[in-house]
T-cell receptor
Framework: ETGVTQTPRHLVMGMTNKKSLKCEQH?????MYWYKQSAKKPLELMFV???????ENNSVPSRFSPECPNSSHLFLHLHTLQPEDSALYLC??????????????FGPGTRLTVL | DQQVKQNSPSLSVQEGRISILNCDYT??????FLWYKKYPAEGPTFLIS?????DKNEDGRFTVFLNKSAKHLSLHIVPSQPGDSAVYFC?????????FGSGTQLTVLP
């Protein structure tokens, strides 16, 4: 595997379900990100991890819970979501968090539908 | 309030002609800017970047121009090819994060 991978690619869940999104990067990067992309809206940054430590949480509701066990893996645990949480969830990684080296490499995303 | 705006949701251009995608920003603290391209069912892929200390960066058919006084950047693609049809996002970077625009769908007509 190369680059940034995400599983599952599609997920349909009810509002009472608990599910997890997984992201893995094979680039040796130190920073990982979760973004949400709703239709016709900009990518919204949700969380940033740098060397496994969370450095940003952009006022994300607690029904989204990130986990970063190591620099290569990032999870987004979901529970009691709302239909308005339906969106494309993108994971990204970069060599470092700041500066011009912050070219981020994105995974293909998980298309989430909450019924 | 959006700090990075792409006011044109779509753009159609004839193959071989120039495509110009525009982006405006409000935060003068951004110190670098990037363009990403996104095909359906794929994540965004990096295209080209520019530091705030420069006004132009060129890479093959792609050139990014930065006008700091106007807080405006643009991506020029010349000549445009049908394979360039995609959604293009501009992004502005500061200390710890990128802020993205909402994207422009470019369609290059054969």
């Amino acid at each position: 595997e190369t680059g940034v991978t995400q599983t599952p690619r599609h997920l349909v869940m009810g509002m009472t379900n608990k599910k997890s999104l997984k992201c893995e990067q094979h680039l040796g990067h130190n920073a990982m990100y979760w973004y949400k992309q709703s239709a016709k809206k900009p990518l919204e940054l949700m969380f940033v991890y740098n060397f496994k430590e969370q450095t940003e949480n952009n006022s994300v509701p607690s029904r989204f819970s990130p986990e970063c066990p190591n620099s290569s893996h990032l999870f987004l645990h979901l529970h009691t979501l709302q239909p308005e949480d339906s969106a494309l969830y993108l994971c990204a990684s970069s060599q470092q968090v700041s500066g011009t080296a912050n070219e981020q490499f994105f995974g293909p995303g998980t298309r989430l539908t909450v019924l | 309030d959006q700090q990075v705006k792409q006011n044109s949701p779509s753009l159609s251009v004839q193959e071989g002609r120039i495509s110009i995608l525009n982006c405006d920003y409000t935060n003068s603290m951004f110190d670098y800017f990037l363009w990403y391209k996104k095909y359906p069912a794929e994540g965004p892929t990096f295209l080209i970047s520019i530091s705030s200390i420069k006004d132009k960066n060129e890479d093959g058919r792609f050139t990014v121009f930065l006008n700091k006084s106007a807080k405006h950047l643009s991506l020029h693609i010349v000549p445009s090819q049908p394979g360039d049809s995609a959604v293009y996002f501009c992004a502005a970077g500061s200390a710890r994060q990128l802020t993205f625009g909402s994207g422009t769908q470019l369609t290059v007509l054969p």
